[in-house]
Nanobody
Framework: QVQLVESGGGLVQAGGSLRLSCACS????????MGWFRQAPGKEREIVVA????????YYVDSVKGRFTISRDNAKNTVYLQMNSLKPEDTAVYYC????????????????????WGQGTQVTVSS
């Protein structure tokens, strides 16, 4: 059974950086489009970034453009989220997710299109 396991969350001061990792078990990772989502207390889960299986196409929500970077290493079955210049409003539980039927050319922004989910990792940014 394919599983996604996130790591790298924690507490950081505003302006700081964190790097999240999401490791995928199994040998089919390279065929999945991947996304990072977040859910803050009392809010709905939202997409933050996404990347196609090849890494050629990405999506960033406006609020993180220029600060966050998604990347993947298919040889290591891992997707990363580098978060710089963190703000208190970035505080949330961050989830990685796999779209196992996604297009090779573009990513989906719809949460319902993602089939596999990790357990989440807490990111807290203090002011």
């Amino acid at each position: 059974q394919v599983q996604l396991v996130e790591s790298g969350g924690g507490l950081v001061q505003a302006g700081g950086s964190l790097r999240l990792s999401c490791a995928c078990s199994g040998s089919t990772f390279s065929s999945y489009n991947m996304g990072w989502f977040r859910q803050a207390p009392g809010k709905e889960r939202e997409i933050v970034v996404a990347i196609t299986r090849s890494g050629d196409s990405t999506y960033y929500v406006d609020s993180v453009k220029g600060r966050f970077t998604i990347s993947r290493d298919n040889a290591k079955n891992t997707v990363y989220l580098q978060m710089n210049s963190l703000k208190p409003e970035d505080t949330a539980v961050y989830y990685c997710a796999a779209d196992i039927h996604g297009s090779a050319w573009f990513v989906s922004r719809q949460i319902g299109m993602y089939d596999l989910w990790g357990q989440g990792t807490q990111v807290t940014v203090s002011s």
